[in-house]
């Protein structure tokens, strides 16, 4: 193996820029504003990141836009940061995915000299070069419409040379079933192809999915943008060493970070504990979102005496607004979106529905849509016949599985507390 100059590259994707936050128009104007700069804030840090480590290139790989009729104010502020690299001389590269498809409105803007932006037709070939000697050579390909269903990964194939050859996809690898299987392919598609790195785009949670020869990564989104996307969100910075040997490194690039936390009820006393308790999480989330805000969900689970006091509780009005007290005075702001109360009763459910009786008969109902296959099917039938359950079973229809399991569960507690008064 000829040895070649060590070089180094940010490698970014799934910007979302001018994403529409959910629930966004429920919070308070400060938290909100926040929120609307995040995703053009968390692009900056990687601009930033790249200047400051003064890497060579910067690769995005699909999503730039969160719609395919991108705002304005995204393409100005994209092309924005792109300006402060290519200053630098940093060179940038862009793939379009799903959201951001080549055929979506666009303004008539001119991008800087040095940002390069792959085409939709095939494959394109691209040399980084350092003076007059080749860094890497890289590959890519942008979505010419919003739904690719065919092999991408397949046209890409590694052509003679002895640089580092780097292929730039937005794919669905394996067939991730939390995203749409949009430009699907196969871990093997990706290694047959000869590159020494794939630069993937799509998936928005961070992964590694092979770390050498060739090296797959995802590198998420750069800024979570619901409490689904909770976590350190960023992008991976790659150093080449002069035998090809790769150091890589995720960065959080995110503004706001997104967190979710269960409380278990089992072993509280009281409300005081409980607050106590969910005031000790608040602070916690502060630590680990090292600086930044976040948003933080709080689920109560777990049986206990406490869910008797819970259940005549408001949870936003008697435990998150609390919790929320002097958050809008700090730039580390943890903003407790919400209290979810999931606690069940302190009663034996599985005896209880063993029993001959009304109780018993409510339960078994409700495991028997627990263990069915397709619940939404059989309760969409069941309010077909009552026009005025038209709407809720509309919203049935677009839940998914771990959804259905915790309005079930709610359902069943709800329920089961009504039937039982004060009871046990």
């Known amino acids: 193996m000829t040895a070649s100059q060590p070089f180094s590259f940010i490698h970014c994707a799934d910007l979302h820029l001018d994403s529409p936050f959910e629930g966004l128009h429920a919070l308070e104007p400060q938290i909100a504003a926040t929120l609307r700069d995040a995703t053009f804030k968390a692009f900056d840090q990687v601009i930033d990141l790249a200047i400051d480590t003064q890497v060579d290139f910067v690769i995005i790989a699909?999503?730039?836009?969160?719609?395919?009729?991108?705002?304005?104010?995204?393409?100005?502020?994209?092309?924005?940061?792109?300006?402060?690299?290519?200053?630098?001389?940093?060179?940038?590269?862009?793939?379009?995915?799903?959201?951001?498809?080549?055929?979506?409105?666009?303004?008539?803007?001119?991008?800087?000299?040095?940002?390069?932006?792959?085409?939709?037709?095939?494959?394109?070939?691209?040399i980084v070069k350092r003076g007059s000697e080749p860094l890497a050579e890289i590959y890519g390909i942008s979505y010419p419409v919003r739904e690719v269903r065919y092999n991408l990964a397949s046209q890409f194939q590694r052509q003679p040379g002895q640089s580092f050859h780097i292929g730039v996809l937005h794919c669905n690898v394996g067939g991730d079933p939390t995203h749409d299987n949009y430009a699907p392919c196969t871990l093997t598609d990706l290694i047959d192809s000869g590159m020494d790195y794939w630069a993937l785009g799509h998936i928005h949670n961070p992964k590694v999915i092979r770390d050498r020869e060739p090296c797959v990564i995802y590198p998420g989104n750069t800024q979570g943008r619901n409490v689904r996307e909770a976590g350190p969100r960023g992008c991976y910075l790659v150093r080449v060493d002069e035998n090809r040997r790769l150091q890589t490194k995720f960065v959080a690039t995110d503004v706001v970070r997104w967190s979710t936390q269960e409380v278990n009820i089992a072993d509280l006393r009281d409300i005081d504990e409980l607050?106590?308790?969910?005031?000790?999480?608040?602070?916690?989330?502060?630590?680990?979102?090292?600086?930044?805000?976040?948003?933080?969900?709080?689920?109560?689970?777990?049986?206990?005496?406490?869910?008797?006091?819970?259940?005549?509780?408001?949870p936003d009005r008697d435990l998150a607004?609390?919790?929320?007290?002097?958050?809008?005075?700090?730039?580390?702001?943890?903003?407790?979106?919400?209290?979810?109360?999931?606690?069940?009763?302190?009663?034996?459910?599985?005896?209880?529905?063993?029993?001959?009786?009304f109780i018993g008969d409510f339960l078994r109902a409700a495991e028997a849509l627990r263990q069915d296959q397709q619940p939404t099917a059989r309760l969409h039938k069941l309010f077909a016949a009552r026009s005025e359950h038209t709407l809720i079973a509309r919203h049935?229809?677009?839940?998914?599985?771990?959804?259905?399991?915790?309005?079930?569960?709610?359902?069943?507690?709800?329920?089961?507390?009504?039937?039982?008064?004060?009871?046990?």
């Open 321 to 357: 607004l609390p919790l929320r007290e002097g958050e809008l005075n700090r730039d580390d702001f943890v903003w407790v979106e919400s209290v979810q109360n999931r606690t069940r009763p302190p009663v034996d459910i599985a005896r209880k529905r063993q029993v001959q009786d």
């Open 275 to 314: 607050l106590e308790v969910l005031a000790e999480i608040v602070e916690e989330t502060r630590k680990t979102a090292d600086g930044r805000a976040a948003i933080l969900r709080l689920a109560l689970i777990g049986r206990g005496e406490l869910h008797r006091q819970l259940r005549h509780l408001d």
């Open 62 to 126: 699909g999503d730039v836009y969160d719609g395919a009729d991108r705002s304005l104010r995204a393409q100005l502020r994209f092309r924005e940061a792109l300006r402060r690299a290519v200053a630098a001389g940093i060179e940038c590269f862009v793939a379009h995915g799903n959201h951001d498809p080549l055929s979506g409105w666009e303004a008539s803007l001119k991008m800087p000299e040095g940002v390069h932006r792959f085409g939709g037709q095939q494959v394109e070939h691209l």
């Open 396 to 424: 049935l229809k677009q839940l998914a599985q771990n959804d259905w399991s915790v309005l079930l569960d709610d359902a069943e507690t709800l329920g089961l507390d009504l039937l039982l008064g004060d009871q046990e």
